[in-house]
């Protein structure tokens, strides 16, 4: 757990750093109350110790401060102030607890212990266990059969990590982001060498398995054990949702349920009307001035950024046609065609026709999504691992989901013929006999081309993921993936919806490769935008205008580090988050791909879990850092 220490007395931040060291906390300092404010806004701690009398912002306006932002994490104030008006204030403020200068250090930890068993409760209350060990989180004591470990800080809090997050791939950059101190500036090595240290230790304890698991080219993570493998529960937890439209427990007939779908679109449907109103102001105004034109740079720019708005808005709640045209408005609203003849005379054409849209009753197009809803979907999956089968009914349980399963080719389609599903989750293998489910793949998108086809294999072999993507699958899946993930990019197939969370754009000569990697890159919720023509790389680039670039190092034309290299060259895209793919491993080759500007580089052939890892990874870094640039601004 991190604490953040705010105290201007260097020698007290000294004793109550090497204290809470002690006892396995991890500490960050801050000196005076504005530099705290940053931090505690751009850092999710699990507890703030403040000193009262600090220097540019005092403790209790601080807490104030904190409070009115909507930070809930716990307050423990220092003060050496004994009133009771000033303590009153202080509690007022929103602090949960106050300590008294000079105070006891073993009543100081104590009421630290006591705050985050309130504050994080849900995690702390609970010991965290794996095998013989046992971690209590309020203590933070460690013990092997009931041996008790001695960690570092840094020891203990990675264990905690892995523990709190079986399953999940920490890269040892990530791992440096959550166990080191802001003020700290370790080498990855560094993460190398704690996890050496914690195995050396629980080796020495009695422990004969690995806890801590190597993914090569990834990280590290948490090993699983055999019976947590087969364990149903596992799902079960994972599976737990509460419906969007009704209360947990309570059963709606068909009826029920698509009048409450109705009503949710209809206040959508009103709140975007309303809101359609304000954009029609800036629109009228920037009409206006491309008559005269006279168009301020800022209101074309916040113009078309209001239609690309509605493009996504109206699309989601059913109005394809709505969206549609504000597409073509956003499209007039571009730098390189709004000054053109015309152009005013058709948005305000199109502004006209968007209104009629919006005030019709609703449309085939709505009450379609509507049935989507109301009506559960049936999800055949072919496939004989019937522990993966089962996850996954489990799973869908309250979902919307209804699950039919088929153990082989013949059984999967006769179940087809007799009651098309709304989607199927194919297995490309079959353990007892020599079945290739590519073969049922192309025969269902040769007579069942309206059903779409997601495949969930255990293999990661490039060429079985080009095959797909040619024989028009909607998406490929590893079998590590959770059941409720895998039900969900399933949803998303059969909603037409993505869920953008970042904007990829793909550059690489290999047509088969890009048809590979948007399968890939889709289910995780990336909107992929992919180029095989180097040439028009720029032109893309500004129209998609993508949080994240990939580059082929060898493109005819250009490379790729020369595009890294023009790209790097231009303020605006500076800081793009840039990957290579590359077949190269040479060392001078990797040295290019640094000084032209690349952030991170994954090997050909790609890795799936690899690939996303450093995406994720690198999107969460450049989420940060804008956090931190808002905070400062």
């Known amino acids: 757990m991190t604490i953040l220490l705010v105290e201007d007395d260097t020698i007290a931040v000294n004793l109550m750093t090497k204290l809470l060291n002690s006892h396995n906390y991890n500490v960050n300092t801050a000196a005076d109350g504005e530099t705290a404010l940053e931090l505690a806004l751009a850092y999710d701690y699990d507890l703030i110790v403040l000193d009262v009398m600090i220097p540019k912002l005092d403790g209790i306006s601080l807490c104030r401060k904190l409070r009115s932002s909507g930070c809930k994490m716990p307050i423990l104030l220092l003060t050496a102030l004994e009133s009771s008006s000033n303590l009153v204030k202080g509690l007022e403020a929103g602090a949960d607890d106050y300590v008294v200068k000079p105070f006891n250090l073993e009543e100081l930890i104590a009421r630290i212990r006591a705050l985050l068993r309130r504050g994080k409760a849900s995690l702390s209350s609970t010991i965290l266990t794996w095998e013989k060990l046992q971690v209590n989180p309020d203590t933070t004591e460690v013990t092997y059969a009931q041996k008790v470990l001695h960690l570092t800080p840094k020891e203990y809090n990675m264990l905690e990590l892995f523990l709190r997050n079986p399953r999940r791939i920490f890269s040892r950059s990530a791992i440096l982001d959550r166990i080191w101190s802001v003020g700290e500036f370790p080498q990855e090595e560094a993460v190398t060498a704690h996890i050496k240290g914690l ?5 020495g304890a009695g422990m004969t398995v690995d806890l801590v698991e190597t993914v090569y080219g990834l990280g590290y993570r948490l090993k699983s054990l055999p019976e947590d493998i087969e364990n149903p529960n596992v799902a079960r937890e994972t599976a737990e949702t509460t419906s969007e439209f009704s209360a947990p427990g309570q059963e709606l007939n068909n009826d029920e349920r698509r009048l409450q779908v109705l009503t949710v679109v209809a206040a959508i449907r009103g709140k975007l009307r309303a809101n359609f109103i304000e954009k029609v102001v800036i629109f009228d105004r920037a009409t206006a001035q491309i008559k005269t034109g006279t168009l301020e740079e800022k209101l074309r720019q916040e113009a078309q950024a209001e239609a690309h708005k509605l493009v996504g808005s109206l699309g989601t709640i059913g109005l394809p046609r709505g969206s549609d045209v504000a597409r073509k408005i956003e499209h007039l609203f571009k730098a390189q065609n709004v000054l053109k003849p015309g152009t005013a005379q058709k948005i305000e054409e199109f502004l006209h026709l968007l209104k009629q849209i919006l005030d019709r009753p609703l449309p085939a197009s709505e009450t379609d999504l509507v049935d989507r809803v109301a009506h559960p979907r049936r999800m055949l999956i072919v496939d004989d691992d019937h522990v993966q089968s089962e996850q996954l009914k489990i799973a869908a349980a309250g979902s919307g989901f209804e699950i039919e399963v088929a153990n082989s080719r013949e059984a999967a389609r006769s179940a087809i013929y007799q009651q098309p599903p709304d989607a199927i989750l194919l297995d490309l293998t079959f353990s007892r006999v020599r079945e290739n489910g590519l073969t049922l793949l192309a025969e269902l998108r040769s007579e069942k081309p309206d059903i779409p086809v997601m495949i969930l ?26 059941p409720a993930d895998i039900l969900k990019a399933v949803g998303q197939i059969l909603d037409h919806t993505d869920p953008a969370e970042a904007k990829v754009m793909v550059v690489d000569d290999d047509v088969h490769l890009l048809a590979a990697l948007k399968i890939i890159l889709q289910p995780w919720g990336f909107q992929v935008t992919t180029l095989d023509q180097p040439e028009n790389f720029w032109e893309v680039l500004e129209t998609i205008c993508p949080d994240l670039l990939i580059l082929d190092v060898e493109m005819p034309g250009y490379s790729g580090i020369e595009l890294c290299l023009a790209v790097r060259n231009d303020l605006r895209w500076s800081k793009l988050p840039i990957l290579f793919l590359t077949a190269h491993s040479e060392s001078e080759i990797v040295r290019q791909m640094f000084v032209a500007g690349a952030d991170d580089y994954v090997n050909k052939p790609i ?10 990874n690198r999107l969460e870094r450049i989420q940060l850092r804008h956090r931190l640039a808002q905070t400062q601004r």
């Open 199 to 203: 195995r050396h230790k629980l080796k």
């Open 457 to 482: 294999s255990a293999n990661n072999q490039l060429s079985d993921r080009i095959e797909v993507a040619r024989l028009g699958a909607s998406g490929f899946l590893h079998k590590s993936l959770p």
């Open 607 to 616: 890795v799936e879990p690899e690939l996303i890892a450093r995406l994720l």
